[in-house]
């Protein structure tokens, strides 16, 4: 039996969980999410998801355990939800209800799966807006009377990290946040 809190931790890709995973290793019994409908291209998910599901092998050879949770993929979904939003830049209104719809998404599984704490690994991508997510996790939790785990994983050389573990377990680096919008 362990004292650590569960969390369930959102992961956009492998790479970017590389690094996060294993700065949570002593801290909690984490689980990992994989939910992203951004991902627009079905050919593009299965290479995301095969980089992940690599990492949380690695990680348990390393940690004993990494269970992955696969979220719906429902490309639709996140479509609907950016309507009117097609032409919005990088890093604006759209990717707000991006990370909305996924970390809305993750707190409910979360609560349905008995975790207290969710997470996400976007803030390890220097692409990424730390304080955003921030007050959307925050604002997430509350809604669901759980904890957001708010860590800024790019921090302390996290993204850095992050490329040198991709390299050297030979993971799928994409070069765009998975949406035909920001392709």
Same mark, same amino acid.
């Given at each position: 039996? $362990? &004292?650590?809190?569960?969390?369930? *931790?959102?992961?956009?890709?492998?790479?970017?969980?590389?690094s996060? *995973?294993?700065?949570? =290793?002593?801290?909690?019994?984490?689980?990992?999410?994989?939910? %992203?409908?951004?991902?627009? &291209?079905? #050919? +593009?998910?299965?290479?995301?998801?095969?980089?992940?599901?690599?990492?949380?092998?690695?990680? +348990?050879?390393?940690?004993?355990?990494?269970?992955?949770?696969?979220? %719906?993929?429902?490309p639709?979904?996140?479509? #609907?939800?950016?309507?009117?939003?097609?032409?919005e830049? +990088?890093?604006?209104?759209?990717? $707000?209800?991006?990370? =909305? *719809?996924r @970390?809305?998404? $993750?707190?409910?599984?979360?609560? +349905? /799966?008995g975790?207290?704490?969710f997470?996400? $690994? @976007?803030?390890?991508?220097?692409?990424? %807006?730390?304080? @955003?997510?921030?007050? *959307?996790?925050?604002?997430?939790?509350?809604?669901? !009377? /759980?904890?957001? /785990?708010?860590?800024?994983?790019?921090?302390?050389?996290?993204?850095?990290?992050?490329v040198?573990?991709?390299?050297?377990?030979?993971?799928? =680096?994409?070069?765009?946040? !998975?949406? &035909?919008?920001? =392709?």
């Amino acid at each position: 039996m $362990t &004292d650590k809190k569960k969390l369930l *931790l959102h992961s956009c890709c492998g790479p970017c969980s590389t690094s996060v *995973l294993e700065s949570l =290793r002593e801290e909690y019994e984490t689980t990992v999410f994989f939910y %992203n409908p951004n991902i627009t &291209d079905g #050919e +593009e998910y299965e290479k995301r998801l095969a980089a992940q599901k690599q990492v949380c092998r690695e990680e +348990e050879s390393v940690a004993g355990v990494c269970p992955l949770v696969l979220g %719906n993929y429902d490309p639709e979904r996140y479509i #609907e939800a950016c309507a009117g939003l097609e032409d919005e830049p +990088e890093g604006g209104s759209r990717c $707000t209800v991006c990370f =909305r *719809l996924r @970390l809305e998404e $993750t707190a409910r599984k979360a609560k +349905e /799966l008995g975790f207290e704490v969710f997470g996400t $690994t @976007l803030s390890v991508s220097p692409h990424k %807006n730390y304080k @955003l997510l921030r007050v *959307l996790g925050q604002e997430i939790a509350q809604t669901y !009377g /759980l904890e957001f /785990l708010d860590r800024d994983f790019k921090k302390k050389n996290g993204y850095g990290r992050s490329v040198e573990l991709s390299k050297a377990y030979g993971l799928y =680096r994409q070069n765009y946040c !998975g949406c &035909d919008f920001a =392709r």
